[in-house]
């Protein structure tokens, strides 16, 4: 595992790792402290069962609504009762460490499903606000990185809430998570946010649309790391980006308490407040 970081400025803290030592970094439920790692991988899988069923029991919905041809390519609105034309909307990536083996296929479908929801004329809202967890906030985090101006499109991103992501892929190369992936050091540095940021010198489109990036407390120094160091670039590359450390959470309670009015992410994010929402709720593997 010889050779520089993500930018080519030197060699990177995660290459002085061992393979067992990245493994355990970047295996999330081995961090959980309040259960068995198995046992929090259930409760998250619950949890998300749980909210979706609530969610379509309690709010107006569309569901599976095709936004191309691939089966996969799906997604599920949901509204509140009171809905009305200056709502924003609040669009969630799930994490799952992108088991499809599709890695670029995967961020490329959420452009394209963007690009959809904006030439949807029923689709009228006040703005879209963008959270992705875990694996999620990479997808995220392309999107945030996209050149918009070459799709044709203008899209009124208004804000991203970035939460226990990975920005450098590298490190995962080397670990089993890579398995159904197959991804080579050249692949992962191109799928890279932290790339896109320090090489590609990608340029905000909107200097103005505020990024928070969320570390939970008791995430693995890996996840802390990376958070850190992403946040940092965007704000050398001109973002108005933040950075909070959640206290008393793990990397799966981080994103189970947005189930929760009070809870302080929800707030931010405004995941709580009504707001029209899209959720995709196909559960891919944790680990």
């Known amino acids: 595992m010889d050779g520089a970081g993500v930018g080519g400025g030197g060699e990177a803290a995660w290459r002085k790792l ?22 929090a991988l259930r409760t998250y899988k619950q949890i998300g069962i749980e909210a979706t069923r609530k969610a379509r029991d309690t709010c107006r919905s569309q569901l ?7 089966d996969g390519e799906k997604m599920d609105f949901y509204f509140p009762d009171q809905a009305s034309e200056a709502l ?9 460490y992108w088991q499809s083996g599709r890695l670029q296929g995967q961020w490329a479908l959420w452009e394209e499903s963007l690009r959809w929801m904006l030439t949807q004329p029923v689709l009228l809202f006040r703005g879209i606000y963008l959270c992705g967890h875990s694996a999620g906030a990479h997808l995220a985090a392309m999107v945030l990185l996209t050149n918009w101006t070459k799709h044709g499109v203008t899209p009124n991103l208004r804000g991203f809430f ?8 590298q490190p995962l190369v080397f670990t089993s998570q890579n398995a159904p992936l197959l991804m080579t050091l050249e692949d992962a540095q191109r799928n890279s946010p932290q790339w896109h940021l320090e090489v590609a010198r990608a340029q905000p489109v909107d200097p103005a649309c505020p990024v928070l990036v969320a570390v939970g407390q008791h995430d693995s120094p890996e996840f802390h790391r990376q958070s850190r160091e992403f946040q940092q670039a965007l704000c050398r590359g001109g973002w108005r980006a933040s950075f909070e450390e959640l206290r008393d959470v793990d990397h799966f309670e981080i994103i189970e308490n947005l189930t929760q009015k009070d809870d ?21 593997p944790y680990h």
């Open 18 to 39: 061992s393979a067992e030592e990245l493994e355990n970094q970047y295996a999330p439920s081995r961090w959980v402290i309040r259960m068995g790692a198995e046992e």
């Open 64 to 70: 599976h609504v095709p936004y191309g041809d691939g």
């Open 88 to 96: 924003p909307f609040f669009v969630f990536f799930h994490g799952g």
């Open 162 to 169: 970035l939460v226990s992501g990975v920005y450098d892929l």
């Open 264 to 284: 302080a992410l929800t707030q931010t994010s405004g995941a709580g407040d009504g707001a029209q929402g899209l959720w995709h709720a196909r559960q891919v």
